[in-house]
């Protein structure tokens, strides 16, 4: 739990405890009042509404994570109100009001040791200023377990690693590019020389290795070796694949065939490509690209070069061919994909990272399965460089959270890492892209996230080689969970949680709405072995989260709350 101890004068306010407005600093009209019912303290602050007219709370934070919340009332149903500390905007716009006080939530951020104030002008009245500590529970851990049985120990050992530090620590990642026709790391150069820290994850594109671009020239000799070198044994690889159409580029003035990965730039067919099957001339063009590319991963796995594997990125928009035809030809070609490099080619370095964008209503359909697939990765690009993404994280959790590690693969802004983790928002690793995307970046807040706490880079990465992959077989007897049940499910609120106990445990149970925030914790201290019912109960519509937790074991689930 935060612990917060906040001061305003005369006296000192502790968390949870109303600062009163009363005492703060007047301006303009705003005057003391004790005409509305319902106040605490000596009165409430009114007259806030005109130009020159403000209200000011100062107080001391002590480096913790708060929620701000102002106690306000109106005479009319809706308010308008701009809140400033130490002079930003973190709050502001139309807001529901009413006769009586209710509490609105302000903003929810890290106050730094020291005084602060906090400045309010706008058309209600003001009773208190109260800051509670806030914690956002961390994401679900998947299980420890790859989709591809015969791993190799190395990617074996790289996936306990993510697996390990999810939750606490963000991996800094960096897409490069190539210069001169030549593979290039100029851009992880540039990082380290701003900032003083090398990138933990290295991306680059297998693009020039598409045979229809090396029909056209493209000579990409050496720059799997290149990467691979830059690899050696500590860094962290993750691939994608710029796909040239395998035929039918269009190569016009408009439309030159270095732009044959997007749809408006080919006539090729995925879908019908697919429904050729073996033998059909364009079917077997796909195998014949997958194959190149085989030829350049099996040199990682030769290298003993474990390859977080991104490719068919983006099928969700359809600008690339291969999501043209929308999503079911793009999962049979994901699946074609995984069995031709896997079990036809034998590669076992491969962790298999999906592109989503969780905000389109049918992403499900999108989803090429668990089976083939190891981790989630969003490609997010935001106009505001302060977003953390948090709605885009919850809805991945929702979707994924209790299955699949969640990484931010691609980037056109960097989020404050320290901030998103206060917000629960921990991605696996991030990777921010090439050009104008990184070298825009202020290079102060570039080093600030690279030396942040909360972000590890290549020079803090531990002897990742050495970890091992836990197992189901790995678990103690005295912590053995099975059949975990929610029901019912949806619910009005009040579902029962069934398990099995292995044997005696201390037992907890917690409850997540789906951005991470705790709604329910119940300690049921020690438990006998065998079932287990556990009513819960929950007041609002939503999705919710689980974790039991019995002695070293974890186990957890989802429900649907409907009122």
Not at 89 to 103: H, K, L, P, Q, Y
Not at 184 to 193: F, H, K, L, N
């Amino acid at each position: 739990m935060l612990a917060v101890l906040l001061f305003a004068a005369p006296g000192r306010a502790q968390s949870d405890v109303p600062i009163e407005a009363e005492g703060g600093t007047l301006t303009g009209a705003a005057a003391v009042a004790t005409t509305r019912a319902g106040y605490s303290g000596a009165g409430y602050v009114t007259g806030l509404d005109q130009p020159g007219d403000s209200l000011a709370i100062s107080f001391e934070g002590t480096g913790d994570f708060v929620q701000l919340r102002l106690a306000v009332a109106g005479d009319s149903r809706f308010g308008a109100y701009e809140a400033r500390l130490d002079g930003e905007v973190v709050g502001g716009g139309n807001v529901t009001t009413g006769g009586s006080f209710r509490e609105l939530v302000i903003d929810e951020r890290r106050l730094s040791a020291g005084p602060h104030t906090l400045t309010i002008h706008g058309t209600f009245d003001v009773d208190y200023l109260v800051l509670t500590p806030t914690a956002y529970e961390g994401p679900a851990l998947p299980p420890p377990v790859l989709s591809d049985p015969d791993a190799t120990p190395a990617t074996e050992a790289l996936f306990a690693f993510l697996l390990d530090i999810y939750g606490e620590h963000v991996l800094a990642g960096q897409q490069d590019g190539y210069q001169n026709g030549g593979p290039s790391t100029r851009e992880i150069d540039y990082v380290t020389a701003q900032t003083g820290k090398e990138p933990a994850v290295g991306a680059f594109d297998l693009i020039n290795y598409s045979p229809s671009r090396r029909q056209y020239g493209a000579n990409p000799t050496g720059w799997a070796e290149h990467w691979i070198d830059w690899a050696g044994t500590d860094g962290i690889v993750t691939l994608m694949w710029h796909w040239n159409a395998p035929t039918d580029l269009l190569n016009t003035s408009d439309q030159p065939w270095w732009r044959g990965f997007y749809t408006e730039a080919t006539t090729f067919d995925v879908e019908a490509a697919l429904a050729e099957g073996p033998g059909g001339e364009n079917y077997d063009l796909l195998l014949r690209d997958i194959d190149a590319i085989a030829v350049e991963l099996q040199k990682f796995e030769d290298a003993d070069v474990p390859v977080l594997w991104r490719p068919l990125h983006e099928a969700y928009g359809r600008w690339f061919w291969w999501g043209a035809k929308g999503p079911a030809p793009y999962v049979a070609l994901w699946r074609l994909m995984y069995e031709r490099l896997v079990d036809h080619h034998g590669l076992h370095n491969l962790i298999w990272v999906h592109t989503h964008r969780p905000e389109d209503g049918d992403q499900a359909a999108w989803y090429p399965g668990d089976d083939v697939v190891d981790v989630v990765g969003v490609d997010k690009y935001e106009d505001n460089p302060e977003a953390v993404f948090q709605s885009t994280w919850a809805k991945l959790q929702e979707q994924f959270g209790a299955n699949k590690l969640v990484a931010l693969t691609e980037s056109g802004t960097l989020p404050d890492m320290s901030r998103s983790v206060d917000f629960g928002v921990t991605w696996s690793w991030f990777a921010i892209w090439e050009g104008d995307f990184i070298r825009d970046l202020d290079p102060d807040r570039l080093t600030d996230i690279y030396t942040s706490e909360a972000v590890l880079t290549r020079d803090e990465l531990p002897d990742w080689r050495s970890y091992v992959l836990a197992t189901a077989a790995d678990a103690t007897p005295t912590a053995d969970l099975d059949r975990l049940t929610l029901a019912p499910n949806p619910s009005a609120g009040r579902p029962t949680l069934r398990l099995d106990l292995g044997a005696s445990a201390e037992v907890t149970v917690d409850v997540f709405d789906v951005t991470g925030r705790s709604v329910l914790r119940q300690s049921l201290g020690t438990q006998p072995a065998g079932p287990l019912a556990v009513p819960l109960h929950v007041d609002s519509s939503g999705t919710y989260l689980v974790r039991v937790t019995a002695g070293d074991r974890v186990v957890r689930g989802r429900f649907v709350v409907v009122r």
